[in-house]
């Protein structure tokens, strides 16, 4: 029932695609509206050697929290999900791989890196990408409405 299009649903998609937006909404709210997770971004940032860090910081928050909400909805998922990969494939080179201990032979340092979480964000949105947002979704009533 859960893994197939029963019934017209496609629930592991649609979990998946709240999940991911609800994060990315919760996280970048926090970061434009919690002083100490905005300065913590702001920090984060700067040492990561990003431009403009005073513009970039907010931006990213925002972007975060307004393509967050739209993925959990359902709406422009494939948009807001290409717009939060490059989000995370950024959050993972600059501060993500560095955790990752040194020392590890390949077999360690990848099973490291699909340890980090921003190596999972990307991998569902680039599932979100190609899926799109499932019958779950606002997208599907805004393309019928608009099919002749």
């Given at each position: 029932?859960?893994?197939t299009?029963?019934?017209?649903?496609?629930?592991?998609?649609?979990?998946?695609?709240?999940?991911?937006?609800?994060f990315?909404?919760?996280?970048?709210?926090?970061?434009?509206?919690?002083?100490?997770?905005?300065?913590?971004?702001?920090?984060?940032?700067?040492?990561?050697?990003?431009?403009?860090?005073q513009?970039?910081?907010?931006?990213?928050?925002g972007c975060?929290?307004?393509?967050?909400?739209?993925?959990a909805?359902?709406?422009?998922s494939?948009?807001?999900?290409?717009?939060?990969?490059?989000?995370s494939?950024?959050?993972?080179?600059?501060?993500?791989?560095?955790?990752?201990?040194?020392?590890q032979?390949?077999?360690g340092?990848?099973?490291w890196?699909?340890?980090?979480?921003?190596?999972?964000?990307?991998?569902?949105?680039?599932?979100?990408?190609v899926?799109?947002?499932?019958?779950?979704?606002?997208?599907?009533?805004?393309?019928?409405?608009?099919?002749p």
């Amino acid at each position: 029932m859960f893994g197939t299009r029963a019934g017209g649903f496609f629930v592991p998609l649609a979990l998946t695609r709240f999940a991911l937006g609800s994060f990315f909404f919760a996280s970048g709210f926090n970061k434009l509206f919690v002083d100490a997770n905005r300065n913590a971004m702001l920090e984060t940032i700067s040492e990561a050697g990003i431009w403009w860090p005073q513009a970039m910081a907010p931006f990213v928050a925002g972007c975060e929290t307004a393509f967050g909400a739209l993925l959990a909805i359902g709406l422009l998922s494939r948009v807001s999900a290409a717009i939060l990969l490059p989000i995370s494939t950024t959050a993972l080179l600059t501060v993500g791989v560095h955790q990752i201990p040194e020392g590890q032979n390949a077999l360690g340092w990848y099973s490291w890196l699909l340890y980090l979480p921003e190596t999972l964000y990307m991998l569902l949105s680039l599932t979100i990408i190609v899926q799109g947002s499932g019958p779950l979704g606002l997208d599907r009533l805004v393309h019928r409405s608009l099919s002749p």
